[in-house]
C-alpha cells in the first residue's frame, strides 16, 4: 500500500510557474510508476506526466517544454514545475502510482493522493 501526498498548487498569473510536489510512503520498495494527472472541471481525468521505476519519463503534448519533472527513488518524491502556465492548465493534479511492478498507464494507477488545486488567471 502506497500513501500519496500532494501540495504546491495555488494560484498563479497566466506566465507564471508553479512546482507540484508529491511524497510518497507506506512502500518498501520503488518498483511501481508515479504519475501526474489534471482533473478540470466538466472534463475528463487525464495524465499528464509520469516516471517510471526505471526513471523513464512521459509528459503530455501540452506540456512539453514546459515542464520539468523528477523523481527521487530514495525519499520516495515526485515533483513536476510547469512553467507558463495558462488557463488550459487550471484543474486539480493528482498524484498517483501503479500496484508493484505497474506500467505507466492510467488504467494501471492503484493509488491516489487527494489533489492539489491549481488555479490560473489571465
Known amino acids: 500500500q502506497v500513501r500519496l501526498e500532494e501540495s504546491g498548487g495555488g494560484s498563479v498569473q497566466a506566465g507564471g510557474s508553479l512546482k507540484l510536489s508529491c511524497v510518497a510512503s507506506?512502500?518498501?520498495?520503488?518498483?511501481?510508476?508515479m504519475a501526474w494527472l489534471r482533473q478540470s472541471p466538466g472534463k475528463e481525468r487525464v495524465e499528464v506526466a509520469s516516471?517510471?521505476?526505471?526513471?523513464?519519463?512521459y509528459v503530455t503534448h501540452s506540456l512539453k517544454n514546459r515542464v520539468t519533472i523528477s523523481r527521487d527513488h530514495a525519499k520516495n518524491t515526485l515533483e513536476m514545475q510547469i512553467n507558463n502556465l495558462n488557463p488550459e492548465d487550471a484543474g486539480i493534479y493528482y498524484c498517483?502510482?501503479?500496484?508493484?511492478?505497474?506500467?505507466?498507464?492510467?488504467?494501471?494507477?492503484?493509488?491516489w493522493g487527494r489533489g492539489t488545486q491549481v488555479t490560473v488567471s489571465s
Open positions: 516516471v517510471s521505476s526505471e526513471g523513464r519519463s
Open positions: 507506506g512502500s518498501t520498495d520503488n518498483n511501481y510508476c
Open positions: 498517483a502510482a501503479s500496484g508493484p511492478y505497474g506500467l505507466c498507464s492510467p488504467s494501471s494507477y492503484m493509488n
